[in-house]
């Protein structure tokens, strides 16, 4: 299986930062890579797929780019709304789909 | 406007088997270009995907579980079934379905939890 491998794990930061998570693949996965927002008690929230294309009715500050082995989300203003745990997800057709072990977004 | 909801037992019993349904809303599981999903998040850890039906009804399972699962489809009724098999502690955790158009997972269910106990 390819391994997705996030960094950091936790993030302490504040509103009005910007933020970046790295997420690394241990094959190349071309760019087929999507990034989730999950908060408390819910299912995840797609919010940029094929590594840089941002979901409909996500805001413009989050934003992806990467591809082949290394990946990173972006969110340009940290907003109270924001403060939750990001995951990214890997496609490869010869494997099956893995998720990265999220990185927690904190509140400094 | 796309929905999925699960449903099922929230507590099953070590050996057993666990069985799920993800009812749709929105739109038909049977229409083309989309693939259903589970997908399960272990307490306080990841997300690890467990198979996918296709609309045309083609399955493909994650190999750590291929002896176990089984997903189908009750078309009638715009819904998935997840069955697992020989369930242990390890299979406790939040089960979800979702819908990708291939590559990555744009509606999800909101989630049930399933413990796996005596």
């Known amino acids: 299986d390819i391994q997705m491998t996030q960094s950091p794990s936790t993030l302490s930061a504040s509103v009005g930062d910007r933020v970046t998570i790295t997420c690394r693949a241990s094959?190349?996965?071309?760019?087929?890579l999507a990034w989730y927002q999950q908060r408390p008690g819910k299912a995840p929230k797609l919010l940029i797929y094929e590594a840089s294309t941002l979901e409909s009715g996500v805001p413009t500050r989050f934003s992806g780019s990467g591809s082949g082995t290394e990946f990173t989300l972006t969110i340009s203003s940290l907003q109270p709304d924001d403060f939750a745990t990001y995951y990214c997800?890997?496609?490869?057709?010869?494997?099956?789909?893995?998720f990265g072990q999220g990185t927690t977004l904190e509140i400094k | 406007q796309v929905q999925l909801q699960e449903s099922g037992p929230g507590l099953v019993k070590p050996s057993q088997t666990l069985s799920l349904t993800c009812t749709v809303s929105?739109?038909?599981?049977?229409?083309?270009?989309?693939?259903w999903h589970w997908i399960r998040q272990h307490p306080q850890k990841g997300l690890e995907w467990i198979g996918w039906m296709h609309y045309s009804g083609t399955t493909h399972y994650n190999p750590s579980l291929k002896s176990r699962v089984s997903i189908s489809a009750n078309r009638s009724e715009n819904q998935l079934s997840l069955k697992l098999s020989s369930v242990t502690a390890a299979d406790t955790g939040v089960y979800y379905c979702?819908?990708?158009?291939?590559?990555?997972?744009?509606?999800w269910g909101q989630g049930t939890l399933v413990t796996v106990s005596s």
């Open positions: 929105g739109v038909s599981i049977s229409s083309g270009g989309y693939y």
């Open positions: 094959q190349s996965i071309s760019g087929w």
């Open positions: 979702a819908r990708s158009p291939l590559r990555h997972f744009d509606y």
């Open positions: 997800q890997q496609y490869n057709s010869y494997s099956p789909y893995t």
